[in-house]
């Protein structure tokens, strides 16, 4: 066992940050309880299971990284990984300014301050609970592949609950479609992850050189893969990629609350919810993420 420290630019909440990344305590692979963050991370073919916790506050945030199976070697691998899953680095300060001049954002940012911009370990796992959540009737933020994960991946014994790390494209291109279906997990989200997988591991879908495409291109080839859809190749560009100047314009969640808070009205008129957002620029997909997070402390995902 190996511990140490981290300091994230504050102000930086760790209770809603890690909320957007875990379905919840009974999750197998993002697992948040409220205080504790619990993730097996794959880093150059190595299982790494880390713990992280905060010991800080918003203002003087100060988190402790416990890796069960790791070394001080470990540390700076790991430390990037969960820099980028809890954005750490990020200054929030001038999206706080920018929320000034909006009555609603300003509540927000009060509300959910400190929320850094989540994403996930790999492009490939946003796309992966895109397919995941449209095939349950979940939404992306509370959709989970554990139930594949406690089959098939590598998983780890501690404290009583088992955590398992992500389904690897690997791990979904060579099970049987039978052996993939498995509760909540239906036959046809397993053929759709198998496919996906596949174009994975045949080299037809490179993440890494997608990295430089613009994000157009990028909404437009994750639409086209079967079960994504227009919000989740939206909210994978956001979560995976971590582009912010990305607005899920196609949420229905999302342009609900718009319409509700921002043009009092309970009728959706999608232009006005897209003229709502494009006025924050490059931090639009930042403000989607605060509206998730008050629809999550609602309920409402």
């Known amino acids: 066992m190996h511990e140490y420290r ?16 875990s379905p919840g305590a009974s ?28 010991l800080g506050s918003e203002q003087r945030p100060e988190l402790i990284i416990t890796l069960m199976n ?11 990984v969960l820099n980028r899953m809890l954005g750490m680095d990020f200054d929030l300060a001038p999206f706080y300014e920018m929320c ?7 509540g927000l940012s009060r509300d959910h301050y400190g929320l850094k911009p989540v994403q996930r370990l790999r492009p490939f796992e946003a796309l992966a609970l895109a397919i995941a959540g449209g095939g349950q009737g979940k939404h992306y ?3 989970t592949l554990s139930s594949i994960a406690e089959a098939h991946s590598y998983n780890v014994a501690y404290a009583g609950h088992t955590f398992c790390s992500f389904p690897n494209p690997t791990t979904l291109s060579e099970n049987k479609l039978e052996e993939l279906a498995r509760g909540p997990v239906d ?8 496919g996906l997988a596949k174009r994975i591991t045949g080299g ?24 994504v859809g227009e919000v989740g190749a939206q909210l994978t560009v956001l979560c995976g990629y971590g582009r912010l100047d990305c607005f899920p314009i196609a949420d229905p969640a999302l342009c609900g609350w718009v319409s509700r808070n921002v043009h009092d009205s309970d009728k959706v008129n ?5 003229a709502w957002a494009e006025q924050w620029g490059d931090r639009r997909g930042l403000v989607a993420l605060y509206i998730y997070s008050e629809l999550l402390k609602a309920g409402e995902l």
């Open 6 to 21: 981290l300091t994230p630019n504050p102000p930086f909440s760790f209770e809603l940050t890690a909320s957007l990344l």
């Open 27 to 54: 999750d197998h692979i993002d697992v948040f309880d409220g205080k504790r963050y619990t993730r097996l991370l794959e880093l150059d073919s190595r299982m790494r299971l880390a713990l992280v916790s905060s």
């Open 70 to 80: 790791g070394s001080e070697n470990d540390e700076r691998p790991i430390s990037r």
């Open 100 to 106: 000034r001049s909006d009555q609603q954002l300003y």
């Open 141 to 143: 933020l509370p959709a």
């Open 187 to 194: 036959k046809t989200q397993a053929r759709r992850l198998s």
């Open 204 to 227: 037809e879908l490179d993440f890494k050189s997608l990295r430089r495409r613009p994000t157009d291109e990028l909404l437009t080839l994750f639409e086209s893969i079967d079960g």
């Open 270 to 274: 999608a232009g006005k919810v897209a």
